[in-house]
């Protein structure tokens, strides 16, 4: 097979070649002749085993995988294998061609990859499964934990999804959208791949709330040529002072990526003006390795000469690394003009990985070092975390909750009472310290001096913190600790302390129980003992014995499970927990958004979003539930989109005058003498809308007014907010949702 085969036309040829070049241009790591040779070869078979398929878009499917190759050699900068497995990542899943011929023609390694990426079908996977979207991704994690190529691979095929989505259906986007967001966008974060990251940020972000994306995109285009300018001034004469020295440095504006300008927005409840780093200057310093933290030091040292820094908003990332490999000053300076400038200060070796992630990371790495990087730590924990998953056959999408919680959240780093720095993610509190350690030492902890302060279990962790973990041995591990920690191994630790500590009552529980089956006249059997381990929701026998010699189990419980009479049984859901992420399809007891009784109607309105008529909608339908109704861009719906993407149905509000809906607004006003008989009437008498609950609280001379109002539809609520905003005591109206 030398030729590309007839069923393309001479145009797709001319095309397939044209992009084939391409790739070979941007392919920078060893290129060989042999190298090429096998490329080549992985790109002719790719086209011959993909000659019959098209895209959505009526183009070539081959156009597809010389994308995704282009970008794992161009975007990522990786060499010959990754490329082959671009070009052959959709053959085994799509075509007649089979694991075992990819491996003859290629090698073991490239096989292993292309399984790796290959999505598993209905057939493969337990017919209990909840979702074949988290049964693929836990796929993708287990061999990316020895191949990690598996998700490089994965993230290039996924951005080329994200940039061609226009020609799917709307609820196809949805799903591949929030399942990116999810999953995919974080981990490229993770592995320092910056530029992948941002991209898919915005596109998802384009797809789940165009109305958003195009504002924003608006907005920024409106200020581009003023912030550059404004920038440009800004570090001119820091550049030049630097220059006198001996220091060279070049300088440029970053704009932030739409999503993350949005992210700043809605986090503070900001307008674009007053979000200070939607433009930040970054200073790159030519220098050696040797002389690297001194030159960014000395340059934080110079733009000190001219401007205030504001001390709080300081990030030392050079003195402390991100595990993705990140090395970067940010510092905040007051500009002459009045505004605070975000400035980004790192050498080229830092802007060269910041830019192209963990790829380059390695080409910088010393290969004498014997320290770990935060990324083969970060390994490392993905790789404990595949074991503990096989220990304790985890289902798919507690694997990926698991899988979220240590590895999709931002580190901090604390210190042992020897000084040796230990990284956690955010959140994670003394308890989580406590078993990282040691299991004995978590399932005995009382307490911890942090900075040399008696702190409780449940103290959430902080940059620079020093830990003192204090133990007793009249401590037992609790089920209550699973609310105070935030790791995966904090969690499976305490679930096995806690297992540990209750096979201590079997001798105890044991024949207590048999003397209760005894009084109940039922068989003191294996069975028996299985059914009330089952009815009464528990993890297995150990429990029930625990349960019994403590005496939370008794006589009258028995006889409820054996007389078949269920109507307590429910009370033993509370013992169910050993810290494992609920499951996102359970049911919240919240009260209904809509005024009407919409879950009579087969649907219900998520309380967490609270979407009304006019709204962009999302509708999913779970087994046994009514249809829940969200906004796409809900974090909520794109968790269930992300994991029950075939579950998505096409949904559109039918305005009636007759159901009103909640919506909340957030009013920032002056403390002045009738602020409130105006806004009153402007809700009441004006928009003739109805009140539910307001909340007006005073801060010094503002005040901030949170209402809850019904309204039957959007441009009702738009409406109202106008009529708002020009109230003269009324500063700022947001509406509130996801909150």
């Not at 994306?213 to 630097?242: G, M, T, W």
């Not at 089920?479 to 009552?505: M, N, P, Q, V």
């Not at 249809?627 to 029950?644: G, N, Q, T």
Request: hydrophobic share 40%.
């Amino acid at each position: 097979m030398n030729t590309l085969p007839d069923t393309y036309s001479n145009d797709e040829k001319l095309e397939l070649e044209r992009m084939f070049q391409e790739l070979l241009r941007c392919w920078k790591t060893r290129k060989d002749e042999q190298d090429i040779e096998k490329v080549t070869e992985a790109y002719l078979l790719a086209a011959d085993a993909h000659k019959d398929a098209r895209r959505r878009s009526g183009e070539p499917y081959m156009y597809h995988p010389l994308a995704v190759a282009t970008i794992i050699a161009g975007e990522m900068g990786m060499g010959r294998t990754s490329i082959i497995c671009a070009l052959l990542h959709d053959v085994v899943e799509d075509t007649e061609y089979g694991l075992d011929y990819i491996r003859e023609r290629f090698g073991d390694k490239v096989a292993q990859i292309v399984d790796g990426v290959t999505k598993i079908t209905d057939d493969e996977v337990d017919k209990n499964a909840k979702s074949l979207q988290a049964e693929t991704f836990r796929k993708v994690i287990m061999s990316m934990s020895d191949e990690i190529r598996v998700i490089l691979v994965k993230l290039a095929d996924r951005l080329h999804n994200m940039r061609t989505l226009g020609a799917m259906p709307h609820h196809k986007q949805l799903k591949i959208a929030s399942e990116t967001t999810q999953v995919y966008a974080p981990i490229a974060y993770r592995l320092g791949l910056y530029k992948v990251k941002t991209e898919l940020d915005d596109l998802c972000l384009k797809y789940i709330n165009p109305q958003i994306f195009n504002s924003v995109k608006s907005q920024l285009d409106a200020i581009r040529e003023r912030k550059i300018r404004e920038l440009e001034e800004f570090v001119a004469p820091v550049k030049d002072y630097l220059r006198q020295r001996g220091i060279n440095v070049t300088t440029m504006a970053i704009e932030r990526n739409v999503s993350a300008v949005w992210e700043r927005m809605e986090k503070y409840g900001m307008s674009m003006e007053e979000v200070y780093d939607v433009y930040v200057a970054r200073v790159i310093i030519d220098c050696g390795p040797e002389d690297e933290k001194m030159r960014c030091w000395e340059t934080f040292a110079a733009f000190t000469t001219f401007y205030y820094p504001d001390s709080k908003k300081m990030r030392d990332w050079v003195s402390f690394p991100k595990t993705n490999g990140y090395e970067s000053i940010h510092a905040v300076f007051m500009s002459k003009e009045g505004n605070w400038i975000e400035t980004q200060i790192r050498t080229g070796r830092m802007n060269e990985i910041a830019e192209h992630g963990f790829s380059v990371y390695w080409q910088f790495r010393d290969a004498d070092t014997e320290v770990e990087s935060g990324l083969d730590l970060w390994m490392s924990v993905v790789k404990n975390l595949v074991r503990q998953e096989n220990a304790q056959k985890a289902s798919a999408i507690d694997f990926i909750d698991y899988f979220k919680l240590d590895l999709f959240n931002d580190e901090i780093f604390v210190f042992t009472p020897k000084g040796d720095k230990m990284t956690f993610p955010k959140g994670s509190t003394v308890l989580d310290f406590a078993y990282n350690i040691h299991s004995d030492i978590g399932n005995h902890c009382a307490g911890a001096n942090v900075n040399k302060k008696l702190t409780s279990l449940n103290t959430e962790l902080k940059m620079g913190d020093q830990i003192e973990i204090i133990t007793s041995q009249f401590v037992e591990p609790k089920e209550e600790w699973f609310e105070y920690i935030a790791t995966s191994t904090a969690k499976s630790r305490l679930k096995e302390g806690i297992k540990d500590y209750r096979r201590t009552f079997k001798a105890k529980g044991k024949p207590m129980l048999e003397e209760i089956f005894r009084k109940a006249k039922v068989e003191f059997s294996m069975q028996n003992k299985n059914l009330m381990v089952e009815k009464l929701h528990l993890m297995g026998r150990t429990d029930l014995y625990y349960y019994v010699a403590t005496g939370k189990i008794g006589q009258q419980d028995v006889e409820n499970v054996f007389r078949n009479n269920d109507s307590k049984v429910d009370t033993w859901l509370k013992y169910m927990t050993f810290g494992l992420v609920r499951s996102s399809s359970q049911k919240k007891n919240t009260e209904n958004n809509g005024a009407g009784d919409s879950a009579d109607k087969g649907y219900v309105v998520a309380p967490c979003c609270k979407p009304i008529p006019g709204d962009d909608v999302v509708a999913i339908k779970l087994p046994g539930e009514p249809v829940h109704i969200h906004r796409p861009d809900c974090p909520e719906a794109m968790k269930l989109m992300s994991r029950f993407g075939k579950n998505i149905v096409k949904a559109s509000w039918e305005l009636a005058d007759d159901i009103a809906y909640f919506a909340t607004l957030k009013l920032t006003c002056i403390n002045k003498i009738g602020l409130g008989v105006n806004i009153f009437d402007v809700i009441s008498k004006d928009e003739k809308l109805d009140i539910r609950e307001i909340n007006m609280k005073s801060e010094g001379s503002i005040v901030i007014a949170k209402i809850v109002l019904y309204v039957t539809n959007v441009q009702n609520l738009n409406s109202l907010i106008e009529k708002l905003k020009k109230i003269e005591l009324v500063k700022k109206v947001e509406r509130i949702v996801n909150k």
